[in-house]
């Protein structure tokens, strides 16, 4: 209680002096964030706090946070600020003022990320990034490529090209959706590998149902083959916490806008120090052989406002904590699946353990068609998620976010309870 009234005083000290919420700070900049301890996950008057750190609508409650992520209003406020400023004049604003930001966001990222710096590309999105490498490394007619049919469509696309291509061999590690046996996840692609193997490409959480795969135990047993190891951290980065090192990959490649709330259209992509010479950049730097991590940021005009509001989506981030952060999303996907995981006909298409699961998942109702349960839940309870019908998958894919209330996930359960009860 003491505590408690120490904050408030706190709080209303700083509302009153005006910086809790000045121009371009994040609310969680100021002390009162920061104190609050890491262990309790359903602290509702810390979350609350969250809450009101977004602008997202009160009339819908947005559950498809997998697909993009609403930014908060320090990081909207960061955009508008720096575009307003390029516009007063963009050569000398973007290119001599905001793009000496650059190099300390790289420090910021690399470091979230648990790399050095050198070995960090800032860019668009985990499509720029993961495209990039597939069609940056040097591979022969016939080299071997694991990938699975769960992996990204984009990706699958890319490789598929290449095997058009360049005639290299497309060859599937065969996965269970709902597995939650290490050793046999691992053995999927393990099993794969030849002579031949040149690249396996494993995605790190499975976007159709939130599957986490044993990144480090298949990176493990390739490395020791020889064979580069090249992840898909988009669902993953700002999610789950790890770092690039822990998971044992030579190429890694992310979206910001999904589990790091920075603005739409940013990314990054990670290359072991030591492998970045042999990686082709899509966009031809002066030296492309060099192993210099910025010959892959040659990528013409953009934008830098978007770039540099990145720097305060990592600030809302690391002030919540990568762990306070993970326990918060699995309480909210474990809040609702607890509600309605013996209502009938219901089927879960994601693995729900701690281990093999965060904030996704992916349900359905044996013999309905998942769109019809979508329409539903917007039609009736103003509740947004996204069909998912993909090789056996026939569901719905939940995904909240840091700003996510209990109360949304109540209108959802009381939306599938209803659907359940009444087959609508
Ligand atoms: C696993 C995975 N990889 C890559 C991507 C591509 O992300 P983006 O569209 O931001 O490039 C997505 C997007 O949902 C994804 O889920």
């Not at 050198?118 to 490498?133: G, K, P």
């Not at 047993?221 to 898909?232: C, E, Q, S």
């Not at 839940?377 to 939940?398: F, P, S």
Request: proline fraction near 6%; charge should be neutral.
């Amino acid at each position: 209680m003491t505590q408690r009234r120490t904050f408030l005083r706190k709080s209303a000290a700083a509302l009153a002096g005006g910086v809790l919420f000045p121009a371009l700070r994040l609310p969680g900049e100021s002390a009162w964030l920061q104190t609050r301890p890491a262990d309790h996950a359903p602290e509702e008057d810390f979350w609350n706090w969250i809450h009101q750190a977004f602008t997202v609508s009160p009339n819908i409650i947005n559950l498809n946070n997998g697909g993009v992520s609403p930014q908060p209003k320090v990081v909207q406020e960061a955009l508008e600020a720096y575009n307003r400023l390029s516009n007063e004049g963009p050569t000398y604003y973007m290119w001599r003022i905001l793009d000496k930001g650059r190099e300390p966001l790289r420090e910021k990222l690399a470091e979230q990320a648990g790399v050095s710096p050198e070995e960090i590309a800032i860019n668009r999105n985990a499509s720029e990034s993961l495209e990039t490498l597939i069609f940056g490394l040097d591979l022969a007619p016939g080299d071997e490529v694991v990938v699975n049919r769960y992996d990204y469509p984009n990706m699958l696309n890319a490789w598929k090209q290449r095997a058009l291509r360049d005639k290299i061999q497309l060859v599937y590690a065969e996965t269970d959706l709902l597995d939650t046996d290490d050793a046999r996840l691992a053995e999927a692609y393990i099993s794969k590998f030849t002579r031949r193997t040149r690249v396996v490409h494993i995605t790190h959480v499975i976007n159709w149902n939130g599957q986490v795969l044993p990144v480090r135990r298949i990176a493990d047993a390739a490395r020791a083959r020889g064979i580069r190891v090249l992840v898909d951290g988009a669902h993953a980065f700002a999610h789950l916490r790890h770092s690039l090192r822990e998971l044992g990959c030579d190429y890694w490649g992310t979206s910001l806008h999904k589990w790091l709330c920075a603005p739409i259209g940013s990314g990054m992509m990670y290359i072991q120090k030591d492998r970045i010479p042999e990686v082709w950049p899509l966009l031809a730097p002066p030296e492309p052989r060099s192993g210099d991590i910025r010959k892959f940021e040659a990528l013409g005009t953009r934008s830098f406002p978007i770039e540099q509001a990145i720097g305060h989506a990592l600030n809302f981030h690391q002030i919540i904590g990568d762990e306070r952060k993970e326990r918060r999303l699995r309480f909210l996907k474990n809040y609702w699946v607890e509600k309605v995981k013996d209502l009938p006909g219901i089927r879960f298409y994601s693995p729900l353990d701690e281990k093999h699961s965060g904030a996704i998942a992916t349900v359905g109702f044996e013999g309905v068609d998942a769109e019809k349960l979508d329409a539903f839940l917007m039609e009736k309870y103003k509740v947004h998620v996204v069909t998912i019908k993909y090789e056996a998958i026939n569901g719905i894919r939940v995904t909240p976010h840091v700003y996510t209330r209990p109360a949304d996930l109540d209108r959802l359960v009381t939306g599938l309870r209803d659907f359940a009860a009444n087959r609508h």
